[in-house]
């Protein structure tokens, strides 16, 4: 059965940070590509940051692109978002993802259940 686990969210005033992290159970984790995504009130889910099954290529949206960083660890089958200069803008609830290949998050085999992230001004 597959499992993801996703915890780190939390309520943080404007400046602070956060670090989210993914555990995933029952699959081949090193072979996927994983990635987070978020989901503001009123608007669509977006894919905020993704990274390949050996964490060779790294991609960030514009809206998080200099504060924001992926990695994972295959042994842990773990991966996290360390969120730094956090914005108001940034609250959302955050979901992590597991792709159906080793490389891109546009076509997602697994989600996680959700974090809530809170920015505060």
């Known amino acids: 059965e597959v499992q993801l686990q996703a915890s780190g969210g939390g309520l943080v005033q404007a400046g602070g940070s956060l670090r989210l992290s993914c555990a995933a159970y029952g699959f081949v984790f090193e072979d996927r590509a994983v990635g987070w995504f978020r989901q503001a009130p009123g608007k669509e889910r977006e894919e905020i940051s993704c990274i390949t099954d050996s964490g060779a290529h790294i991609t960030y949206s514009d809206s998080v692109k200099g504060r924001f960083t992926i990695s994972r660890d295959n042994h842990k089958t773990t991966w996290y978002l360390q969120m730094n200069s956090l914005k108001p803008e940034d609250t959302a609830v955050y979901y992590c993802?597991?792709?159906?290949?080793?490389?891109?998050?546009?076509?997602?085999?697994?989600w996680g259940q959700g974090t809530q992230v809170t920015v505060s001004s």
């Open positions: 993802a597991v792709s159906r290949t080793f490389y891109g998050c546009d076509n997602i085999a697994y």
